[in-house]
């Protein structure tokens, strides 16, 4: 019998993690100035920009974001190496963990005042490595809630492979390629519209959003748990 299927792997969770992705672009584009939280190529790019003109406080501001994302990666790496290592009861919970170490980076970002966005930019983005690394696998494919790149390479490719090969297998995956791409951009416009009300407190949707992905996590935790327990009284009863 097939394996149920993993929380990091819901769809529901994707999405709210998608629609809190965009929305923290958005917030620490708009509103903590115009550095990207996610997409480290942006950073990257305005960063040469800066040191081709000498502009080293610039290219400042554009690195920590880049530097914070990868330090966020390897935190959350180092987290599930060592529970797994370990075998501590908590090392199935781990991604749970990951996500409320984010709410507490992205609560406290929020209270960061506007003269002092360098920090600002360099938790949220902190924050989005935590979130890349711990949510990378879709039912079993490979896919991203921070950035939309390589789920339209993935998307397009399995819609190209649908047209050609009719699977409906193939049609499906483009469609939660382009779901989430399509959360993503959501997150950004409900971004835009915070900000337009809340200014820096805007931030504050991303922790309702991650609140709701750890009570859908939950619910499916509880759903296995039961689905399990069905299963091993079955096999009682055969045997």
Known sequence: MARARQTSESLEVAFVLALSGGLMDAYSYLARGKVFANAQTGN????????????????????????????GISVTQVLSMRLKERRLPLMSHWRQIALLLEIVLLGVVAF?????????????????????????????????????????????????????????????????????????VVGAIVGGRLIEKSGLLAILGCPVLLLVALGLMGIDRERRERRGQAMGEAQKRVY
């Open 44 to 71: 990257m790019l305005l960063l040469g920009i800066a040191l081709a003109d000498g502009r080293l406080d610039q290219a400042l501001r554009y690195l920590l974001p880049v530097l914070s994302f990868a330090l």
């Open 112 to 184: 960061v005042p506007e003269e002092s966005n360098a920090l600002a930019n360099t938790l949220t983005s902190l924050a989005c490595g935590i979130q890349v690394q711990a949510f990378r696998k879709i039912h079993g494919r490979p896919f991203a809630t921070t950035m939309c790149i390589g789920n339209l390479r993935s998307g397009t490719h399995a819609l190209i492979a649908y047209l050609h090969a009719g699977r409906l297998e193939q049609l499906r995956s483009a469609g939660l390629y382009y779901a989430t791409i399509g959360s993503f």
